[in-house]
T-cell receptor
Framework: SQQGEEDPQALSIQEGENATMNCSYKTSINNLQWYRQNSGRGLVHLIL?????REKHSGRLRVTLDTSKKSSSLLITASRAADTASYFCATDEAGNKLVFGAGTILRVKS | NAGVTQTPKFRVLKTGQSMTLLCAQD?????MYWYRQDPGMGLRLIHY???????AKGEVPDGYNVSRLKKQNFLLGLESAAPSQTSVYFC??????????FGPGTRLTVT
């Protein structure tokens, strides 16, 4: 079953614009993570936010978490062509597993 | 450090053939995972391991078996390949239920 569901499925923006992706989930979590996947490559971890945190920053990335709405957002500021990739959220279930959403495909046009 | 490596990178099998995918990590991680990724489906967990000698089923375990005889290696076996197993397979490892490190993937085609 898909725990995290990303929205939108695809996003196309101009270089320099901000990109916002959203993730919704269904059950209680301990943490939520965001990963990036470049075409044909493995996933790379971007950021982890714990359930008791509301916002976290890492460079041009800003992640928010609203546990009351069971949702998270990933904001990439001042996007670059190199940010073109698929972005996935992942949530932890009871036990030792992560469950990934279907992802948002981001295209940044130069 | 090589991180997480996967062997082979590509493979074509005929229906009914068997094969083993090898995942190796040099980060001394306890947890290892096998996922499959199909277009538009995200990653689905096949099997995972929380330590040497242990394995557990994930979301889509049917048709696959795994073994974790050594801490650094996690093997995924297909005993009788089916076209539905055509996919990209990713291995990942982590210290715990936290940041996972992924391998480059294995593209498997079953004809």
């Amino acid at each position: 079953s898909q725990q995290g569901e990303e929205d939108p499925q695809a996003l196309s923006i101009q270089e320099g614009e901000n990109a916002t992706m959203n993730c919704s989930y269904k059950t209680s979590i301990n943490n939520l993570q965001w990963y990036r996947q470049n075409s044909g490559r493995g996933l790379v971890h971007l950021i982890l936010i714990r359930s008791n945190e509301r916002e976290k920053h890492s460079g041009r990335l800003r992640v928010t978490l609203d546990t009351s709405k069971k949702s998270s957002s990933l904001l990439i500021t001042a996007s670059r062509a190199a940010d073109t990739a698929s972005y996935f959220c992942a949530t932890d279930e009871a036990g030792n597993k992560l469950v990934f959403g279907a992802g948002t495909i981001l295209r940044v046009k130069s | 450090n090589a991180g997480v490596t996967q062997t082979p990178k590509f493979r074509v099998l005929k229906t009914g053939q068997s094969m083993t995918l090898l995942c190796a990590q040099d980060m001394n991680h306890e947890y290892m995972y096998w996922y499959r990724q199909d277009p538009g489906m995200g990653l689905r967990l096949i099997h995972y391991s929380v330590g040497e000698g242990t394995t557990a089923k994930g979301e889509v375990p049917d048709g696959y078996n795994v073994s974790r005889l050594k801490k650094q290696n996690f093997l995924l076996g297909l005993e009788s390949a089916a076209p539905s197993q055509t996919s990209v397979y990713f291995c990942a490892s982590s210290y715990s239920i936290s940041e996972q490190y992924f391998g480059p993937g294995t593209r498997l085609t079953v004809t």
